[in-house]
Each structure stands twice: as structure tokens, then as C-alpha cells.
């Protein structure tokens, strides 16, 4: 999860309410981050992950059903599409496939992303993934401190020969098929002598090592974080209208959009199932931005936060307070 820095302004209610403060009905044409999970679950358990405790089916997306929900993104540029959320999207036997779809819409796209686990991949079809030239990111997660053991400990049934494998035959593949494409792994690790440790398995292969803190995923199996949760009152930054984002990197309106495998539109990043604001195979993009099924759920937000099961124990606070589960996902 990465977002533009923000600055504090009052929160959208796209059905007014007393007491609310309202926008004008705008359409957007653009989309600032888009996390689309093109397979639904994820063969990990990993320690500070919700999947753990829901423990989903994995289920591929189907392509046709794939290129029906790109086509009902009605904007015009999107700046960075990420073909996961919660779930695994090297899982996908057909994953190239739907690489290839992604230059064939109507809007244009500035960044492409895949992040994996490293730990299953059907390589054939991978290579025809980076041969297409579409995916600009590949990140690898991975947890602990650069040890084996830690690792496989946090993010069980995972294999450290199997990262290390990963990491070696991909940056071969990068340099022969798409020598532009970044390669980063993006670590859970606080400690420094545990950063540096990694940063001496990554470097020599070729990756760039990335650094984030421990954030509260709600319903995730373990709290991580050492501190206890405090929901703040009121919509969060992921429900927050464009106009409340002042400092943005790129010409657009910062929109976001975050949806499952069946296509069920969901509020955020932290958790798969929160609640669902629509249907991208069903229904366009901006038609849910004005929706009743998103006002209402803002409106809960707004009026009884802390009684919702899923948001009521999330520590994310409005923009320009987002809190620290938020900003520990962007770390240096």
C-alpha cells in the first residue's frame, strides 16, 4: 500500500446527511492507485496477514471476466495498477494473458506492479509476463531478519531456498527479456542489523531492498506492532474524496480503487473484505464513486465507526492523519 502524502480537508458524503459536508457530484477521469487481485487467496499464513485467519480459497480470476473489469475503469490515465490486493497473482496458470490485456484499454497507465511471495511460480507463463514489457515493478515481500529461520517462521509454509531461487533466476530472466523493469524486495524488518543483513542477500542478486515497519492488518493473527490499537472516529483516508489530497505527485485527481478476484470493490488495502461497494465486472468505476452502497458505508464510518467489524478495529485515521499502521507501509 503507497499513497501520495496528504493534506487535511473535510470528508466527501456523496448522499447528503445532516450535519455533513458536501461535495459537487464530480466523474473523475483519472485513478491514482488501483489494486486489482487477479487470484482471490494466497497459499501463505503469514503471521501479520488477515489470510491467515480467513484462510480463503484461492480462486484465479477468469480472463474474460478479467478484461470486463478493466473496461469498466472509465477514466482516462491511471498512474500506478497493481495486479494484486490480498491475493497471490503468480498463482495465475494464465497470468500473461492478462499482462496482455493492460495496453489494449482505453486509458493509459504509468506504472504496472506485481508483488509475489516468490514461493510458487509456473515459469513458463512468467517468462511470457516479462517478456511483454508491460509490468514496470516486481516486488518480492518478504519478513523478519534475513535469517532462514525467522523468515520461514513469520510466512509459513514458505522456503528460503525458494526466495533465493526466485531471486536469482528472475533478475536472469529481467536482464535478458525487460532490462527496465525495476526489481525490489520489500522487507518487514525494524531492526538495523536485521535491514543490513538483507540488504546482503538482495544486492549481490540484484534486487533493491525496500524497508517497512510492522502495521495492524484487523483480524490479522497476531498484533506485530508492540503497541495497542486505537480506531479513530470518523471516515478513514481510503474513503476520503479527491479534493482532500493537496500534495500529489502527478496531474490528476487521487481516486482509489481496490477489488477482489470476483470482482466485489472493496474499501482499502487492510483488510479483503471490510465491505463491498460494488461490482467491477457489473458496474463502472466512477458509477460506485457516486454509489448508495459506498455513501452508506461512509456514512457508518462517520456516525458509529468503532461498532463496524472490520473498520472498528482499524487504527487508519482521515487524510493528513492517517495514523501508523498507514505510514509504516512506506518506510524508508
Known sequence: METAPTAAAPE???DATPGAVTFPATRVDTVFVAHIDVVHGC?????GCPNSILQPKIVPVEPAFFARMLANIDVERIHTLRLFNFGEPLLHRQLSTLVAMIPKQAWTVQEVEISTNAQKVHWDDF???LAANVVTRLVVSADGDGTPENYERLRPPSKWPKLIEFLERTKALRDRLCPSMQLVCKSVSEVPE???RWREVLLPRGWTPEFRRWMWLPGAERNMTGRSITTPEGPCFFMAHWSAFQSRDWD?????????ADGSIVPCCMHPGAAVLGNLGT???NDMLAGKARAAFIEAMRTNRRAMPVCGDCDVGPAGDEGPSFWASIDA
Not at 490528476?252 to 477482489?260: A, K, M
Open 194 to 196: 536485521h535491514r543490513e
Open 12 to 14: 466527501v458524503m456523496p
Open 43 to 47: 497459499q501463505l499464513r503469514c503471521v
Open 252 to 260: 490528476g485527481q487521487v481516486t482509489l480503487l481496490y477489488v477482489d
Open 283 to 285: 458496474m463502472r468505476f
Open 127 to 129: 517468462e511470457r509476463v
